[in-house]
């Protein structure tokens, strides 16, 4: 048997504990599907998707794979038909993040989903696993996107202590197969991975956003306020981890300003995501140099861990 099959595989119906990161509109059917073709667990954005948006990309991923998926679901954000739609087309996974889910997680258990709630502390790992959760991800303030305050190294061991043995997945800064090896050894049953699945074929980019990717390092990130005060996001306890732009670097000293600026920045912002020049991704961008077809890429990290822990 795999050293990779962990328990986790079993609960989720998959063979290797790779998991992609439900990304919001940066996802597309091909990349949920190409992922759990491989043996991970692709994932749906829910994010920013009405209820009809959303229940065209399920059905179209269930065209592309027979083999289990999830949809992502930001509590604190939630679109109540987008939900719904989720609940009622028995996606097999449901993944949950900032935010109280009691509710949420009995409603996905009625329809016989499992439910993966990604936390950033180990308080909330408790809650979370209070509330039902049969996976808890713990994520660090590396990763991309919306993110805590902890490091994956000392958030994972510590998660793990808390949650009385529900499973736990590590995301935040890994991107190739040292990444699941070390959080393999910190006791974690596998890996939630955001920011490499961007740079695939299949992840929807904006511009040239996969270009800044491959060409980033891990010490050109930043994570601040600036995206959520901008487009007027209430998004309790949470940074936006970007690459640095020019537009970051213009503002970056006036934080005071970002939320009363926000009518002057917007299309400023909006017009440099749209053409990638503003990339939202983690530290991980400096492990990432090629575009590699998202199940090639499960396949080699996997490949990478095995040799590794050998
Ligand atoms: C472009 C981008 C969009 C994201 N959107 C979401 C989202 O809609 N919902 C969510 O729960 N997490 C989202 N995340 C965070 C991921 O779930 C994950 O925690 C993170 O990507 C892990 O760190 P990594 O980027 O270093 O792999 C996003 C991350 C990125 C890079």
């Given at each position: ?94 993944s949950l993040a900032w935010g109280k889910a009691d509710e949420i997680v009995r409603r996905a ?173 983690g530290e991980s961008a400096g492990l990432i140099h090629d575009i590699v077809p998202a199940g ?15």
């Open positions: 048997m795999s050293r990779l099959q962990t328990p986790v595989c079993d609960l989720l119906g998959i063979q290797i504990p790779i998991v992609q990161a439900g990304m919001s509109t940066y996802t597309t059917p091909e990349l949920v599907a190409a992922v759990s073709n491989a043996g991970g667990l692709g994932i749906i954005g829910g994010l920013f998707r009405d209820a009809d948006e959303l229940r065209d990309e399920i059905l179209k991923v269930r065209q592309l794979t027979s083999r289990p998926f999830g949809v992502n679901h930001v509590v604190s954000q939630l679109d109540s038909g987008a939900i719904d739609v989720t609940l009622e087309l028995r996606v097999p996974v449901l258990h009625d329809a016989g989903m499992k439910v993966i709630h990604q936390v950033n502390t180990p308080e909330e790992a408790g809650r979370a696993a209070s509330d039902g959760a049969d996976v808890i991800v713990a994520q660090g303030a590396e990763g991309g996107g919306h993110v805590g305050a902890m490091s994956t190294l000392p958030l994972v061991p510590q998660v793990i202590d808390v949650v009385n043995g529900v499973p736990v997945l590590a995301a935040g800064g890994i991107a190739d197969g040292r990444g699941l090896a070390a959080v393999l050894m910190l006791g974690a049953q596998g890996v939630l991975v955001g920011t490499r699945f961007l740079a695939t074929p299949e992840a929807r980019g904006r511009g040239h956003s996969k270009d800044v990717i491959l060409n980033a390092l891990g010490s050109q990130t930043v994570a601040s306020k600036f995206f959520d005060d901008v487009l007027g996001l209430r998004w309790p306890g949470a940074l936006v981890r970007s690459i640095r732009n020019p537009l970051l670097d213009r503002w970056a000293q006036r934080q005071q300003d970002w939320a009363l600026a926000a009518e002057q920045i917007r299309p400023s912002l909006e017009a440099a995501l749209a053409a990638g020049d503003f990339v939202i991704a090639e890429l499960v396949a080699r990290i996997a490949r990478e861990a095995e040799a590794l822990l050998g």
